[in-house]
């Protein structure tokens, strides 16, 4: 019998790794693969919170700076999660998964408002909740939704699925000869200025001493490996392991 290592846990899936290899908009292949081990991984007892980025539509800061003001650029980025928040709950109800959509602005037409209890409930049922739209403000990104929704509900770590494959001490796109860490402290990821969360999700993340795991979705199975304890990815705690 396999024995889990976390039972509660947030899933933070980039918007760029929703588009697979077309970069932009949504690859239903990967979508689908994605949904596929989410229910393995509820069939195993998990529980999962999922906050989604939007990359794959819009960023605010980057496609909107210097031609939009930013507060207007950041909602268009809390819409673009929602795309995807409403893709993946699709996604996810056609592979048999119990499914809800929080969003952090009311929508009520269309998904839940987020609410802390009720989301716990959800969870304590077997369903997943997507949160959507971030923390519902400006100037604050998906990781940052992360690390708040992970305290908020009591997750026992954060899993930051991305393109890459873990925490680096240089960008592996531009620096072939880039180390990757098995473990890394908050405080040494952030004195390094290395930006795979932003620093005030890590500092949140260390405030309430909720480690992350960063590994690649690439293999949508590594979510099920991590959750069982095998070491994949990077290590991102209070202390290395």
Known sequence: ????????VLLKISGEALAGEKKIGLDFSVLDSVSK??????????????????????????????HMERTRADHMGMLATTINALALADVLENNGVDVRVQTGIDMTKIAEPYIRLKAIRHLEKGRVVIFACGTGNPF??????????????????????????????????KNKDAKRFDSITYSDMLARGLEVMDS?????????????LVFALKDPWNIRRVLLGEKIGSYVGTENT
């Open 1 to 8: 019998m396999e024995t889990l290592k976390y039972k509660r």
């Open 37 to 66: 081990v989410i229910k393995s991984c509820v069939e195993l007892g998990v529980e999962i919170g999922i906050v989604v980025g939007g990359g794959n539509f819009w960023r605010g800061v980057k496609d909107g700076g210097g």
């Open 140 to 173: 604050f990104s998906t990781d940052t939704a992360a690390a708040l929704r992970a305290a908020e509900i009591g997750a026992e770590v954060i899993l930051l699925a991305k393109n890459i494959d873990g925490v680096y001490d240089s960008d592996p796109a």
């Open 200 to 212: 005030t999700a890590t500092t949140l993340s260390m405030d309430n001493h909720i480690p992350v």
